[in-house]
């Protein structure tokens, strides 16, 4: 009982802050603006493990690798602490290569919560302060679908498209994910 205790509060707590990063890295890589509610709960929940990660790794190409790299370590901490709590010996290629099939996992949770997210508030309440952010994280995602699916009567109906690819793509991340824990 005491390890399922153990493993549920490393699984959440480890995925919070694994989710947080990767939140950061997009929103650094998709260029979506720091200033606003989620932003700044981002910046301030996860500066500790990114300032000194980026003395040693520094940005690359405009990506930050520093906090993606820390996405990546603290997933794979994450899941060999949940390998040990459950009594299996896990190889260290199986960590690696599970801990970026779920940063894979975890970033398409992000885009299709954010599309679903953005296609409710525009119905609700299209001037909440997150509806830019939610638009800059969809937006690169929508425009190549925009370009091709024109909206039937005033319904732009992209959104449930690309919710439909996200969902077809987490199924053989899904297989992925368990044959890498297979190893």
């Not at 939140?23 to 500066?47: D, M």
Request: aromatic share 12%; net charge positive.
């Amino acid at each position: 009982m005491l390890a399922r205790i153990a493993a549920l509060l490393i699984d959440t707590i480890g995925v919070f802050f694994v989710f947080l990063l990767l939140l950061r890295f997009h929103f650094q890589w998709l260029r979506v603006p720091f200033r606003n509610p989620l932003g700044e709960f981002v910046v301030a929940f996860t500066n500790w493990i990114v300032r000194p990660a980026r003395r040693v790794l520094p940005a690359v190409a405009g990506l930050d690798i520093a906090t993606l790299a820390a996405a990546w370590l603290l997933q794979a901490l994450v899941l060999w602490l949940l390998f040990l709590l459950a009594g299996v010996s896990p190889g260290g290629l199986a960590i690696a290569a599970g801990a970026l099939v779920d940063l894979l996992r975890y970033s398409l949770y992000i885009l299709g919560f954010a599309v679903f997210l953005q296609a409710i508030l525009s119905w609700v309440n299209p001037y909440t302060p997150i509806a830019p952010v939610l638009d800059a994280v969809a937006r690169p995602f929508l425009r190549p679908l925009r370009r091709y699916v024109p909206p039937v009567a005033n319904f732009d109906l992209t959104p449930a498209i690309l919710l439909l690819i996200v969902l077809v793509v987490l199924i053989p991340v899904g297989e992925l994910r368990a044959a890498v824990a297979s190893l």
